[in-house]
């Protein structure tokens, strides 16, 4: 079965500093990835997504992901955090064709400090 | 715009009450999903539709109940069977191709 793991409930970062979410994922095919994000009451926004081809992919918000299938991960990283970045951010894995739900990690929340 | 409308924000549900929460999307959309959110939890899937007359149950169902008469709505009732209720749900859409999905800004669900 699919899953999703996100090591880390909670992380802090200074302002200015850079950062990295850890996302790893169990997956019988070729996956389809995600990264959303989520402010306080609010819905989900996407952040990106990998389906195929380059293996570093560009989001919004200055955002970026590297798909490393040896290592069954898809880690999204910023190299400057501003503080309008502190929210909960969540990976997601599904298949590669066809409507089926993604799955979700439970997500990391995001602190950041001046 | 285009997107994904969730109503009300608040909802609140007396013991034994079941109540409806709405979703609508003018994205022309065919799948729409329901999740709930607990803290901790991430998205928990409810139930999903990838056709009109037609849904599946995904992982936490029990106490839940969904129509989808037409492509742009996904209505979930909350039954009285659902005994912990009390959480926020988001209701989200994709089109074709396995598309990203889209998320509504979600409906808080508390008992009184």
């Known amino acids: 079965a699919q899953s999703v793991t996100q090591p880390d409930i909670h992380i802090t970062v200074s302002e200015g500093a850079s950062l990295e979410l850890r996302c790893n994922y169990s997956?019988?095919?070729?996956?389809?990835l995600f990264w959303y994000v989520q402010s306080p009451g609010q819905g989900l926004q996407l952040l990106l997504k990998y389906f195929s081809g380059d293996t570093l992919v560009q989001g919004i918000k200055g955002f970026e992901a590297e798909f490393k299938r040896s290592q069954s991960s898809f880690n999204l990283r910023k190299p400057s955090v501003h503080w309008s970045d502190a929210a909960e951010y969540f990976c997601?894995?599904?298949?590669?064709?066809?409507?089926?739900?993604?799955?979700f990690g439970k997500g990391t929340r995001l602190s950041v400090i001046a | 715009d285009g997107g994904i409308t969730q109503s009300p924000k608040y909802l609140f549900r007396k013991e034994g009450q079941n109540v409806t929460l709405s979703c609508e999307q003018n994205l022309n959309h065919d799948a729409m999903y329901w999740y709930r959110q607990d803290p901790g939890q991430g998205l928990r899937l409810i139930y999903y539709s990838q056709i009109v007359n037609d849904f599946q149950k995904g992982d936490i169902a029990e106490g839940y109940s969904v129509s989808r008469e037409k492509k742009e709505s996904f209505p979930l009732t909350v039954t009285s069977a659902q005994k912990n209720p009390t959480a926020f749900y988001l209701c989200?859409?994709?089109?074709?191709?396995?598309?990203?999905?889209?998320f509504g800004d979600g409906t808080r669900l508390s008992i009184l």
């Open positions: 989200a859409s994709a089109g074709t191709g396995n598309q990203p999905q889209h």
């Open positions: 997956y019988g095919a070729t996956p389809y």
């Open positions: 997601a894995v599904g298949p590669n064709s066809g409507n089926t739900p993604l799955v």
